[in-house]
């Protein structure tokens, strides 16, 4: 693995792995890997602002997450455009309102419009703002993640050493596949790992790409890559959080183009659960698709990807909802589409209850051949609660659906929107923590914000 | 269960069902449904027009079926309307030439310009024409399938000795819930054991209305209806080919109607997919949506129930594609959409190669940290067949898609629906087949047709 960042390899070389002989090359022996990933916890908690919203980590659940990091925005009323800061915050409310939405991955659309240097400053001041779920810094150099970490402390009221009690976020580190981790996330994992928050790491292996064109070959190197990442964290802190994450795709060989939610994407998320089960390690999986518009292949690719995550046994799924082009594009109608889908796959692997009473055998006599159950005692009982009850889909008939407009689940998913960003309210902050980030955002400003990376 | 034919009950009374004391109630002992019910087969082959496309039923394979039995049609360029003759010629085009297709259910589309009484006449002949893939002629009556079987001898050149050594189509009874079999189908299910040919037993149990509310309850009562069927057919004809069916789904209690693809339908269809396999019998389950059109809702209900048949491990799966609104209609577009969404389960259940070639360190080392795949030889040996090839899926990037007008998914699966059509060929028929085939339904027609159900 080639390590691009000094600090990094002094330390990983320090405790262990072996250098050279190319410049920023580092070997990790077999053993060496064995020892310090089983150092990683198997389980803990992601803090969120609001405790009732705090993600158990390798606990069983599957925690879905928001579109993170796409560069455009693309909505009904709009169309498709460069995101700003209107649009980041108009995500991070629905994400709020949607329960479903566990946590937030990076920022859900790119604020364009804000400057590079101090952008994550604002973004980071926004999500402890207008949400009280769990989030992620962006892991680009140590003075982000170290402003970030400032600034949970401010909004949750922390010392240092409250912070380090336990993960109050966690990051992503992007392998530059094949087999290079550079040197902003690097150092900024160290700063993570430090402070003992959560550290992702997430090879974007595509199969025919930066990957062998195989998927025993392009997960042989994600295992490679996710590994390494795994055990430098373990050097840097011993027993720091960390989650085993899974990118790998295929891409269209006759362009190029990454796909997503292929059978080899389901597959790939499938087979990643049981590597990281294997290790011992919480796991992350992802949504997505490559459509353009969030039409019938967004729908099914996207299940595609969910399923694999689900059945897979992801601990965290991030774009989970809202996603677009492989990521180019966040929709927020998608996203209100992908939050019913969501529901729909927790209520499908909920319980399901078997004793005298749900088998309702008392019922079957009473009705008896021919009857119905509509006024059955067992029914009325029951029926405001039994079923899953859906957000979106509409199951009146053909004649009441004309009747009403004859309005498809994308323009519902429009209106179910706004109405979501209308009834949007805040979390509750102490003012006085507010005035402590607002005055650590402006210093920070004043300084010009993160000038390393 | 009330067994509304006279002939049915005789024939259940003498082989140890109870009578009474209602005038059309038989009970049926515990015993007595393990003692037939274990007679029925795990395992046989559905044959095909083509042995090629001969289904092996009980070997672990999920076989994918067209819709079936819509009354309306609903396509882009027409727009929702009766089902005609035309529409069901063109149904059984598009299954047949969609490889991912394998069999049909009842009539695609119901043609309702045909007189009932000689429909079957036209439509049986019609399959076994237009197609050479496994079909289901309607079990309502003695009459209709002694004539599918008579036509299934001439198309096939069999003699009734050779009829009889194996299923040449299958059928499927619906029990009228709760806890009812009608007389057309009893009649007609007797005919079909006799002459061991396959059947399907499903009940039409939805929650809350023809079923207890509740999904333990539901499955308890399909499980009684399928198996006194079951029981049923081994008593007729003991080792008669038959089928574990399941359609167990819920209804919106606001409004009575159905709804499919459901978390609960999902439950259901996995866990009925464990009853069959408790009893040792193949097992039936379904695709379905409650979509007025072939929208996000279509799309994400569709894939809930297809995961869960998959999940379920069905061996056959009515109305895997095409269907819309609950049955009521059957979508062209959507047949496309959906062969997509079947090729792509299959092909995520294919089995992932793992050994040194396919692990590919080799290529990895060859192309090392930092650079890429896709000149490498593992790659460029492989490059044309590593992955699955969609069939509708655009994986252009949002410039390229634009610049070519834009055209999301229905538009698409529209111009391959036509292409399908352009492209139709029907399978080889000898002449002295088909005019055999034509002498029995005109001599059937001059005899008026079915008048017994």
Same mark, same amino acid.
Request: with cysteine; proline share 7%.
């Given at each position: 693995?080639?390590?691009?960042?000094?600090?990094?390899?002094?330390?990983?070389?320090?405790?262990? $792995?072996?250098?050279?002989?190319?410049?920023?090359?580092?070997?990790?022996?077999?053993?060496?890997?064995?020892?310090? %990933?089983?150092? $990683?916890?198997?389980?803990?908690?992601?803090?969120?602002?609001?405790?009732?919203?705090?993600?158990?980590?390798?606990?069983?659940?599957?925690?879905?997450?928001?579109?993170?990091?796409?560069?455009?925005?693309?909505?009904?009323? +709009? *169309?498709?455009?460069?995101?700003? /800061?209107?649009?980041?915050?108009?995500?991070?409310?629905?994400?709020?309102?949607?329960?479903?939405?566990?946590?937030?991955? +990076?920022?859900?659309?790119?604020? /364009?419009?804000?400057?590079?240097?101090?952008?994550?400053?604002?973004?980071?001041?926004?999500?402890?703002?207008?949400?009280?779920?769990?989030?992620?810094?962006?892991?680009?150099?140590?003075?982000?993640?170290?402003?970030?970490?400032?600034?949970? @402390?401010?909004?949750?009221?922390?010392?240092?050493?409250?912070?380090?009690?336990?993960?109050?976020?966690?990051?992503?580190?992007?392998?530059?596949?094949?087999?290079?981790?550079?040197?902003?996330?690097?150092?900024?994992?160290?700063?993570?790992?430090?402070?003992?928050?959560?550290?992702?790491?997430?090879?974007?292996?595509?199969?025919?790409?930066?990957?062998?064109?195989?998927?025993?070959?392009?997960?042989?190197?994600?295992?490679?890559?996710?590994?390494?990442?795994? !055990?430098?964290?373990?050097?840097?802190?011993?027993?720091?959080?960390?989650?085993?994450?899974?990118?790998?795709?295929?891409?269209?060989?006759?362009? *190029?183009?990454?796909?997503?939610?292929?059978?080899?994407?389901?597959?790939? &998320?499938?087979?990643?659960?049981?590597?990281?089960?294997?290790?011992?390690?919480?796991?992350?999986?992802?949504?997505?698709?490559?459509?353009?518009?969030?039409?019938?292949?967004?729908?099914?690719?996207?299940?595609?990807?969910?399923?694999?995550?689900?059945?897979?046994?992801?601990?965290?799924?991030?774009?989970?909802?809202?996603?677009?082009?492989?990521?180019?594009? $966040?929709?927020?109608?998608?996203?209100?589409?992908?939050?019913?889908?969501? /529901?729909?796959?927790?209520?499908?692997?909920?319980?399901?209850? %078997?004793?005298?009473?749900?088998?309702?055998?008392?019922?079957?006599?009473?009705?008896?051949? +021919?009857?119905?159950?509509?006024? !059955?005692?067992?029914?009325?009982?029951?029926?405001?609660?039994?079923?899953?009850?859906?957000?979106?889909?509409?199951?009146?008939?053909? *004649?009441?659906?004309?009747?009403? +407009?004859?309005?498809?689940?994308?323009? @519902?998913?429009?209106?179910?929107?706004?109405?979501?960003?209308?009834?949007?309210?805040?979390? &509750?902050?102490?003012?006085?923590?507010?005035?402590?980030?607002?005055?650590?955002?402006?210093?920070?400003?004043?300084?010009?914000?993160?000038?390393?990376?």
């Amino acid at each position: 693995m080639d390590f691009l960042s000094p600090r990094a390899r002094a330390m990983a070389i320090s405790a262990g $792995a072996t250098a050279g002989p190319e410049p920023e090359r580092l070997r990790f022996d077999r053993g060496l890997v064995t020892e310090m %990933v089983a150092k $990683a916890p198997a389980r803990f908690v992601l803090r969120a602002g609001d405790p009732l919203k705090n993600l158990p980590i390798g606990e069983g659940f599957t925690h879905w997450g928001c579109v993170s990091s796409a560069p455009q925005v693309n909505d009904l009323s +709009g *169309g498709r455009r460069p995101g700003s /800061q209107e649009d980041f915050r108009r995500f991070v409310k629905l994400g709020h309102g949607l329960n479903v939405i566990g946590f937030f991955g +990076g920022y859900p659309v790119e604020p /364009q419009d804000l400057p590079p240097a101090t952008r994550h400053l604002d973004c980071i001041s926004d999500f402890l703002t207008l949400t009280d779920k769990v989030f992620h810094p962006y892991c680009l150099g140590a003075t982000r993640i170290r402003d970030a970490l400032d600034l949970i @402390r401010l909004a949750r009221g922390l010392t240092e050493d409250e912070l380090r009690e336990g993960p109050q976020c966690y990051t992503v580190v992007n392998s530059s596949s094949p087999l290079r981790y550079d040197a902003p996330m690097l150092d900024g994992l160290i700063e993570m790992a430090l402070a003992n928050q959560c550290v992702c790491f997430t090879p974007f292996t595509l199969a025919g790409a930066m990957a062998p064109i195989t998927l025993a070959g392009a997960l042989a190197q994600q295992n490679a890559e996710t590994l390494a990442g795994i !055990a430098f964290a373990q050097m840097v802190r011993p027993g720091a959080p960390v989650i085993y994450g899974a990118y790998t795709s295929n891409v269209d060989m006759r362009t *190029g183009a990454p796909a997503m939610g292929t059978p080899e994407y389901f597959k790939a &998320a499938v087979i990643s659960g049981q590597l990281a089960r294997f290790y011992g390690v919480p796991y992350r999986s992802s949504g997505g698709n490559a459509a353009n518009a969030p039409d019938a292949q967004a729908v099914y690719e996207t299940t595609f990807a969910l399923w694999g995550a689900k059945l897979g046994q992801a601990d965290i799924v991030m774009h989970s909802a809202g996603w677009l082009e492989g990521g180019l594009s $966040a929709s927020p109608e998608k996203l209100v589409i992908d939050a019913e889908i969501l /529901q729909g796959i927790d209520a499908a692997f909920a319980p399901v209850a %078997v004793d005298d009473e749900s088998l309702g055998l008392d019922a079957i006599r009473e009705v008896g051949p +021919g009857g119905h159950f509509f006024g !059955a005692a067992h029914t009325m009982a029951r029926y405001t609660s039994e079923f899953y009850s859906p957000l979106l889909s509409d199951w009146s008939n053909f *004649g009441a659906w004309t009747a009403a +407009g004859s309005r498809e689940t994308l323009a @519902r998913a429009h209106d179910l929107m706004k109405a979501l960003l209308d009834a949007y309210e805040p979390p &509750a902050l102490e003012p006085a923590r507010a005035e402590a980030m607002a005055a650590h955002v402006a210093r920070r400003k004043a300084e010009g914000g993160a000038l390393d990376a």
